[in-house]
């Protein structure tokens, strides 16, 4: 097994402030990966559920309800179906 250097304090912030960057660009790989293999992706646009073809052709399927505003540490409930 080898041995992994041990990383400094600085070192490791500087990696973890990539993360975001590194998120963004897998994200971006993913979906590529998706209309290639697929030639279609569903996804959210613009306040609608939209469906991406490979083709750059675009179809809405659904219009997405008006986002629910909340503050930090608010807790929200889901009520049950009756």
């Known amino acids: 097994m080898k ?4 990383l400094s304090e600085a070192a490791m912030q500087d990696a973890e402030a990539r993360f975001p960057e590194l998120a963004a660009q897998a994200g971006r790989a993913a979906h ?9 992706v569903v996804k ?3 306040g609608q559920l939209v ?7 675009v179809q809405v399927l659904h219009a997405l309800p008006v986002a629910t505003a909340v503050q930090r540490g608010m807790v929200l409930k ?5």
Do not use: I, M
């Open 3 to 6: 041995h992994r250097p041990v």
């Open 44 to 46: 959210a646009q613009d």
């Open 78 to 82: 889901r009520r049950s179906a009756r």
């Open 51 to 57: 469906e991406a073809r490979a083709d750059g052709t």
């Open 32 to 40: 590529q990966r998706a209309l290639q293999r697929l030639g279609k």
